[in-house]
């Protein structure tokens, strides 16, 4: 698989939460690390405390992406890839604007798809590189409260399945990586109740052990891999009693001040 030292490696999103955790990891196995995102402050602030590089990335924008991967190749080649800019509307379907839910899967899900296929043609000509999807457990289990993100999230799974088997015989690996909630921002204010919750650094250790085993799929804590056959396997009204104890009576029930900070920041383009 690839060896990180000296390996060229770029992170979405990188700015905070899962992102900056998973640049500082790959940093600290010697990696060259360029971290990407909309917040060109936050991302610099970032690189200067781990040790990377910071480049503004608008994931929306195809020209940018392209951009964002000159700037990690440096006139090189491009080792890793880490899909994993992403933000999250809570609420009910019908009381989220349309303009905030196409933006969701314009950063969640179409910006994986430029991403991804922007860099493949040049790890296929050489036969080498590794690139991680972010998803969540979201892509596994549909929630009510969060309708959008979890159609994003089946989406970035359903993807790269599909590109994975194009991918047979090229010498290129491409794994999804499915957390569960993580204490980071995008959670802010959520109510979580009964669901297991992670450290960032949690799965940016699950994302850089993909750079050397290359599993296709990888559940973070990994005993929550059989969830996807439950969603499927189980009556649709037996489950809403179980999703219902675990998210509460109110989907994607959260605190307004606690979250403000945070839909302020990524529901602007």
């Given at each position: 698989?690839?060896?990180?030292?000296?390996?060229?490696?770029?992170?979405?999103?990188?700015?905070?939460?899962?992102?900056?955790?998973?640049?500082?990891?790959?940093?600290?196995?010697?990696?060259?690390?360029?971290?990407?995102?909309?917040?060109?402050?936050?991302?610099?602030?970032?690189?200067?405390?781990?040790?990377?590089?910071?480049?503004?990335?608008?994931?929306?924008?195809?020209?940018?992406?392209?951009?964002?991967?000159?700037?990690?190749?440096?006139?090189?080649?491009?080792?890793?890839?880490?899909?994993?800019?992403?933000?999250?509307?809570?609420?009910?379907?019908?009381e989220n604007s349309l303009d905030a839910l196409?933006?969701?899967?314009?950063?969640?899900?179409?910006?994986?798809?430029?991403?991804?296929?922007?860099?493949?043609?040049?790890?296929?000509?050489?036969?080498?590189?590794?690139?991680?999807?972010?998803?969540?457990?979201?892509?596994?289990?549909?929630?009510?409260?969060?309708?959008?993100?979890?159609?994003?999230?089946?989406?970035?799974?359903?993807?790269?399945?599909?590109?994975?088997?194009?991918?047979?015989?090229?010498?290129?690996?491409?794994?999804?990586?499915?957390?569960?909630?993580?204490?980071?921002?995008?959670?802010s204010g959520v109510t979580l109740r009964l669901?297991?919750?992670?450290?960032?650094?949690?799965?940016?250790?699950?994302?850089?052990?993909?750079?050397?085993?290359?599993?296709?799929?990888?559940?973070?804590?990994?005993?929550?891999?059989?969830?996807?056959?439950?969603?499927?396997?189980?009556?649709?009204?037996?489950?809403?009693?179980?999703?219902?104890?675990?998210?509460?009576?109110?989907?994607?029930?959260?605190?307004?001040?606690?979250?403000?900070?945070?839909?302020?920041?990524?529901?602007?383009?």
């Amino acid at each position: 698989m690839i060896d990180l030292e000296g390996a060229r490696v770029g992170v979405t999103g990188g700015a905070r939460g899962i992102g900056k955790a998973t640049a500082a990891a790959m940093v600290a196995r010697g990696a060259i690390v360029t971290i990407g995102d909309i917040d060109l402050d936050a991302a610099t602030a970032t690189a200067d405390e781990i040790g990377a590089r910071a480049n503004l990335l608008d994931v929306t924008d195809a020209t940018s992406f392209r951009d964002f991967l000159v700037a990690i190749a440096d006139g090189d080649d491009i080792d890793v890839l880490v899909n994993n800019a992403g933000i999250q509307i809570m609420g009910r379907f019908v009381e989220n604007s349309l303009d905030a839910l196409h933006r969701e899967l314009a950063i969640n899900l179409g910006a994986v798809v430029t991403g991804t296929r922007l860099v493949l043609p040049h790890m296929i000509a050489r036969r080498r590189g590794h690139i991680v999807n972010v998803s969540s457990m979201a892509g596994k289990v549909s929630t009510p409260g969060m309708a959008t993100y979890c159609a994003s999230k089946f989406g970035v799974v359903a993807l790269s399945r599909a590109i994975r088997a194009e991918l047979i015989g090229t010498g290129v690996t491409l794994t999804t990586v499915m957390p569960a909630a993580t204490r980071t921002d995008l959670t802010s204010g959520v109510t979580l109740r009964l669901q297991p919750t992670l450290d960032p650094g949690d799965v940016a250790q699950a994302i850089v052990a993909s750079t050397r085993h290359g599993r296709p799929e990888v559940t973070v804590p990994r005993w929550l891999a059989p969830m996807g056959l439950v969603e499927q396997g189980v009556p649709e009204n037996l489950l809403l009693g179980a999703k219902s104890l675990v998210g509460g009576r109110e989907p994607g029930a959260f605190d307004p001040g606690q979250r403000k900070a945070y839909l302020d920041r990524t529901t602007t383009p």
